[in-house]
């Protein structure tokens, strides 16, 4: 039965047409021996067990794409010259039109589902071997993302490792990651893995180390001005006697270090010599785009601040603290997050300590 309304031209499809379907058909062919031949890790080193599998899902998909971008470009460049206009064609002639070919609707439908299907199952099959179904009895290690470097925490090592990431081969691995100020990421291309770290959520790796060398970690996530420099960390992968000296080396410098986490603005700032007039330019450059020197009723942002250390109304800070000069440079170093609005800290802010010490040097001022 045909498909074809009573109204549509017959198309024929002309000899040219099957030679060059031919000629992309051999195309495809070479197309996906590269692929499958190319020497990736000549490239890129595959440091852990599971690059393996991730190395087989690229070249999976870079043969389907070299394959579909040969007929959709090679069918583009053939049929725009093939069904070019003519001299001899009216100039308003406009190509042949085809509607509801229902076969031809039919198969882009169908293909493009099956192909996507596959990719489907092939990806997430691979995903399923490596986080989910892998072993978990291994070392497990921790990464901090900071602004603007990573940390790593190992069991029996108290505090932060601010240097490499060293881990033996052949011990299956479980990498927690997480993050103390914004967004980073935990990329390692030699062991074609990557996380983002995230404030407040922990995202796990699994994989276990293959070849010993050093990899480079790079961070992917836009963190702030020193995000570029995020990648002259490494992962130190060892023969299993190498890294125990490494670990007991560190068990034993950290012996007295605390555990807890490094408090942001633990350290006071000192206040004595702020200067007010800097601290107006500060003011003026930095704040007063979310802060007017006005009364604390007018608001841009966050509340006017003329009289912030000097209005019997208002005691206390937003954070609830009493309006000390201290407490104002805490809630500067901090940053603020609550009621009033979200405040971004110290860093954030590219504030320098002498430029705190201005800051309340010049709000000390308004009265
Ligand atoms: Cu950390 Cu980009």
New binding site residues.
């Given amino acids: 039965m045909s498909q074809r309304s009573r109204n549509d031209p017959v198309v024929t499809l002309d000899r040219n047409f099957w030679v060059v379907t031919a000629g992309f058909a051999v195309l495809s062919i070479v197309g996906v021996i590269f692929w499958i031949k190319f020497p990736i890790t000549q490239y890129l080193p595959a440091a852990v067990v599971e690059a393996d599998e991730i190395d087989q899902l690229f070249r999976f998909l870079a043969a389907s794409s070299t394959v579909l971008f040969i007929y959709v470009v090679g069918y583009l460049i053939y049929f725009s010259i093939a069904f070019r206009r003519r001299a001899s064609d009216p100039p308003d002639a406009i190509g042949v039109q085809v509607h509801d070919n229902h076969n031809l609707e039919l198969w882009w439908t169908i293909g493009p589902a099956i192909f996507v299907i596959v990719m489907a199952v092939f990806s997430v099959r691979i995903w399923y071997g490596i986080e989910v179904n892998n072993p978990g009895n291994g070392l497990t290690v921790e990464s901090i993302?900071?602004?603007?470097n990573y940390t790593f925490r190992y069991p029996g090592v108290h505090g932060e490792i601010p240097d490499a990431m060293h881990l033996p081969v052949d011990v299956p691995v479980t990498l927690e990651v997480t993050?103390t100020d914004?967004?980073?990421?935990f990329w390692v291309p030699a062991m074609r893995l990557k996380a983002d770290?995230v404030p407040g959520a922990i995202n796990t790796l699994r994989f276990t180390p293959k070849y010993p060398g050093t990899y480079a970690i790079i961070?992917?996530?836009?963190?702030?001005v020193?995000?570029?420099v995020?990648d002259k960390q490494t992962v130190v992968i060892q023969r299993r006697a190498d890294f125990d000296k490494w670990y007991s080396g560190w068990v034993a410098k950290t012996k007295n270090v605390s555990d807890a986490l490094p408090k942001v603005g633990a350290v006071a700032i000192l206040l004595t010599g702020g200067n007010a007039a800097a601290g107006q330019k500060v003011f003026a450059a930095t704040c007063s785009a979310c802060h007017a020197v006005g009364p604390f009723a007018q608001r841009i942002v966050g509340p006017g601040l003329k009289g912030v250390l000097h209005d019997p109304a208002h005691p206390t800070l937003v954070d609830g603290d009493s309006a000390s000069t201290d407490n104002v440079a805490k809630i500067l170093r901090n940053g603020y997050a609550g009621s009033m609005g979200q405040m971004p800290n110290q860093t954030t802010n590219r504030l320098s300590d002498k430029d705190i010490a201005n800051l309340v040097a010049y709000l000390d001022s308004l009265k």
């Avoid at 914004?182 to 990421?185: A, D, F, K, P, R």
């Fill in positions: 993302g900071h602004q603007w993050s914004v967004i980073h990421s770290m961070c992917t996530e836009f963190c702030g020193n995000h570029s995020m």
